[in-house]
């Protein structure tokens, strides 16, 4: 028996499924599906795998939009990071923070706070870490005179963690020339020399989820609280950077640091 | 509110269905919808009439494919708490394989896909979005769909068997 349409393609399958196909094509593809049952078999695989994607995101644009793509306020340039409850002390690491990479290179997008931040005191971290002699302006010794002269400089009520209790003593602390005014870089060192430092700068996110980025040598966590960013950085140990981390964060919570 | 922010509002929704399916990540595909937001406002200037969704699904995909291209270059940012759901059945496992046989595909097919099934583009919308010709498109959507029921099918490619 002939066809008597010109042979399908497989494009023409494909735009059938889609709704692209040519209007006076349709009963020729018609024609052959009834006639080659292999094919109506793989375009019905290709319906159900649609079926399959609406049925797995479709309801995803009823959704309510969350506030922080509310267009009125990403107009007004205010970037609005997605908050957590500071109650709950839930240390959510975000992928998300690897979109602000891709706005650190050549493209138009300021690259995001997390950015400049984490690098900067990465950047810090790396350069005084390795002092032996100088690694600090004032030492951990002094540390009343240490706090009021970083919180004066940042104009905001530091607070300075005391990690004794996970084996961390406090070297000392200094001040540094941030991305947006003065930043404060305070570094700790455990039993086997390790260091560790928190970076502080003064932001205008009010307070984002705690991210993690690993460097070369380096790690870096970083969160917002209260208009005040924190950077720990520390060797690429993640599980020991997690702990200080959560440690300088509860006892920076619990003292409730604030703007001046 | 001017016409040009209430096209985008309007948007905002089927952006975040097609970042949420395109990334498979929900708190990343919100930021890379709140960074399309912020790059469409920015360039109002630059956008001269036609489909604003079109326009919106071109800045998205872009945005998306320079994070995949920096995410290849740079130190890797690590989720530390990686929420990899736990093994399911019933209805929820066939969800769960249609997101894995996605995450299967290479980026250009998965979006070519995304954008006509779920997302209800022509092929010269999604020609346009990608910036390739119609044929491109046409060929990508017939290679993740042989993908798709290969890895349904239980292959796991793109290891392939050799003897």
Not at chain 1, 119 to 136: F, K, N, S, T
Not at chain 1, 176 to 190: H, K, N, V
Request: with cysteine; hydrophobic share 45%.
């Amino acid at each position: 028996m002939i066809d008597r349409y010109p042979p399908v393609t497989e494009e023409e399958l494909h735009a059938y499924v889609d709704g692209e196909l040519a209007a006076d094509r349709r009963d020729a593809v018609e024609a052959w599906l009834a006639s080659h049952p292999e094919d109506a078999a793989r375009v019905a695989q290709w319906r159900a795998q649609a079926d399959a994607i609406r049925a797995r995101f479709g309801m995803l644009a009823s959704e309510p939009v969350p506030a922080r793509l509310n267009l009125d306020k990403l107009a007004r340039g205010a970037r609005s990071w997605r908050a957590i409850a500071a109650a709950a002390v839930v240390v959510a690491f975000l992928a998300g923070g690897a979109v602000g990479w891709m706005a650190h290179g050549a493209s138009a997008a300021a690259p995001s706070r997390f950015d400049t931040f984490t690098a900067q005191a990465l950047d810090a971290h790396g350069v005084y870490v390795v002092e032996v002699r100088h690694p600090v302006e004032v030492t951990g010794s002094e540390w009343p005179h240490l706090i009021q002269w970083l919180s004066r400089r940042l104009d905001y009520e530091l607070k300075i963690p005391d990690l004794e209790s996970i084996g961390l003593k406090l070297v000392g602390g200094r001040l540094l020339p941030g991305p947006f005014g003065p930043a404060a870089l305070c570094m700790y060192e455990g039993h086997s020399g390790e260091r560790f430092t928190i970076y502080y700068a003064r932001t205008d996110s009010p307070q984002t989820a705690m991210r993690y980025r690993s460097a070369d040598r380096f790690a870096a966590v970083y969160w917002v609280e209260r208009g005040l960013a924190y950077v720990v950085s520390g060797p690429t140990d993640r599980e020991r950077l997690l702990g200080v981390s959560q440690a300088a964060y509860d006892q920076i919570d619990k003292s409730a640091a604030q703007p001046r | 509110m001017g016409g040009f922010q209430q096209a985008i509002e309007a948007a905002i929704p089927a952006l975040r269905r097609y970042a949420r399916a395109l990334t498979r990540n929900g708190e990343l595909a919100d930021d890379l919808v709140q960074d399309t937001l912020v790059r469409a406002l920015r360039s109002e200037h630059l956008f001269h009439g036609g489909d604003i969704r079109s326009w919106l699904y071109t800045i998205l995909t872009n945005l998306n494919r320079n994070r995949l291209r920096a995410l290849a270059r740079r130190p890797v940012l690590q989720a530390i708490d990686d929420n990899d759901a736990p093994e399911l059945a019933g209805p929820e496992a066939g969800a769960r394989d249609i997101e894995r046989a996605l995450a299967s595909l290479v980026e250009d097919q998965r979006s070519a896909l995304l954008l006509v099934v779920l997302e209800g583009l022509t092929y010269r919308e999604v020609a346009e979005v990608q910036g390739v010709p119609i044929g491109t498109v046409m060929s990508r959507l017939a290679r993740a769909r042989m993908q798709i029921k290969a890895y349904l099918d239980g292959e796991r490619p793109p290891l392939r068997r050799v003897k």
